[in-house]
C-alpha cells in the first residue's frame, strides 16, 4: 500500500522563486517533493509510475499553460492528480479546471493549510486510484492464469449453476467439478463462495 | 463643493413644492373633518401629482449636472483635457490588464507566504537549519522588493502628472538621452549610430514624455544586443523630417529581431521575454505616442534586427522652414 511518505509533490511553476517557496514549505511539512520550470522541463524529467500529484501553476508564459499540460497528461493511464495554482483567481477558469478533473483549484498567495490540505487529499486520492488499480490488475492475472476449463467452471458457478448441471453440461462427473472449484478459489486466494461472486462482477464475468 | 449646492437646491425646491401640493388640500378642510379624513380622499391625483414632481425634480438634478459640466468643460484649456485624456488612455491600459498586475503582484507575495509558512514549520523544530532560513529570509526581502517595484512602475503608469506641451526641438531632447545612455552603451561595449538632420525638428508635446519613450526604446535595442559580438552591437538611432508635418523617430539595432509570434503581444503591459523585464517599457512608449497624436509600429528589419518607429506630428514654426526645403512656408 503507498503512503504520503513514498509519494513526491511536482511542483510546476515558471517562478523560480515561488517554484523554490513551495518547494520548502512542502519539504518542511514532511512531503517529497520535485520542482519544474514549465511544462517541458515536466515531460522530460518526470518519472512516471510514482505515487504523488501535481500542484501546477496556471499561466506559464512561452511554454504550454497548465490546463494544456493537465489536458495531455489526462490522456495517460498513470497521470496523477492536479492541484491548480493561479494568480488571477479567475472564477471561471477554476470551474473549468474541476471539471476537466483537476482536484482542487487555489489562488496565489494561498494559505498553507489550504495548500497542504489539497496537496494531502490529491495524495490520497491518488493512493486509493493506485490500490485499486493494483488489486485489478492482480485479479486480472489470476483469471489469466485460470485452465480453460477452470475459466469454464467459474463462470458456469458464478452464474449460479449447480455442480450437477455443470458436470453434465461438460460432460464429467460432479467430483471433477468440485475439484475445478476448489483449484479457480485456490487461484483468486480465497476460501468462500461469495467472494468468487464478487470477483466476476469486478471482472465483469456473465 | 458644486455638488453640495446642487443638493441644497433640491430639498429647498421640494419643500417649496410639497407645500403646493398639500397646501389647498389643507385649506380647504372645513373643521367637521378630522385632517386625515380630507387627505385619503383625494389619495389618486396626489399621488399622480406627487410623481410627477419626483419626475420634474429629477429632470431638474439633471439639467443642473449638465449645465454645471458644460460651463467647467468650457473653462478647461484645451491641456487639462489632454491630461485627463493621457490619464484615460494609461488607465486604460491598465485597466484592461488588472489581471496581469494581480498575477505580477501574487507571484512575489505567493512566495513571501509560504516561505514565512515554510520557515515557521523549520523553526517549530527541535534542530532547526539556521542556515536555510536565512536563505529564506533573504528571498522574502528579494520578492518584497520585486512587489513594491511592480507597485511603483504601475503607478508611474496611472500618474496623473500634468505634461506641459511646449516647443521643442525633439533633437536636443534626443541628444540628452545619448548622454544619458552612453555609459550603459560603453559599458556594453553597444556602438550608437545616430542620424540627426541638420535642422531642427520641432515638435509640440512634453519633453520628458517624450524623452522617456525613446529612452525605452533604446534600453530595450541594448538589451537586445546583449551576448552579441561587438561588430554587431549596433544601434541606429535617428530623428528626422520625412515629410512636411511629420516627425520620425527610429531605433533600429542589430539583434536577433523580435519574436516573430509574439509580435501582437509587445505592446501588452507585463509581457516580456526578459528574465528581469517588467514588460512596461513599450506599453508606456504606446501611450506617450499616441498622446501626442502619433503612432507606433515595430518590424524586423529585412537586414536583421528590430526596428521601433513612431511618428508624430511636427510643430507648425512661423517663419522656420521646419520641414523639407522648398517647401513654402
Ligand atoms: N529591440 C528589440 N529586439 C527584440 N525584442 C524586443 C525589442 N524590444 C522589445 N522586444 C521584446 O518586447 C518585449 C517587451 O518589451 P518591454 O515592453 O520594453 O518590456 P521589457 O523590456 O521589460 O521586457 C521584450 O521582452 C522583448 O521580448
Ligand atoms: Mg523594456
Redesign the pocket.
Known sequence: MTTEMQATVHVIDDDESLRTALARLLGAAGLNVRTYSGAGDFLLNWQAGGAGCILLDVDMPGGPSGPELHNALAQRDDALPVVFLTGHGDISMGVAAIKSGAVDFLTKPVERECLLAAVRAAIAQNCADREAQAKERELQASYQSLSPREKEVFVQVTAGRLNKQIAYDLGTCERTIKAHRAKVMEKFHIHQFVDLIKIATRLNIE | MKQARVNAITPAASVVLWFFILGPSIATADGEAPLEGRFWPVEHWQAIVLIAMVVVQGLLIVALLLKRRLCSEGRNTMAEGRVELLHASRLTVVGQLSASIAHEINQPLGAILSNADAAELMLAKADPDLDEVRLILADIRKDGLRASEVVRQVRTLVQKRKPKFIEFDLQVVAREILQLVAPIAESRGVTILTEFSSEAVHVRGDPVLLRQAML??L???M??LMDLPESQAKIKFSAALPQPGRVDVV?R?Y?????EL?RD?????F????E??????????RSIVEFHGGRIH?ENHSDG??L?RFTIPAAYVAGEANHSAGEPV
Open positions: 525605452n526604446l534600453l530595450n535595442a538589451d537586445a531605433v539595432d539583434g536577433n529581431g523580435l519574436p509574439q503581444n509587445l505592446f501588452s503591459a509581457f516580456t521575454t526578459k528581469h523585464g517588467l514588460g512596461l517599457g513599450l506599453p508606456i512608449v515595430a534586427g528590430a521601433f
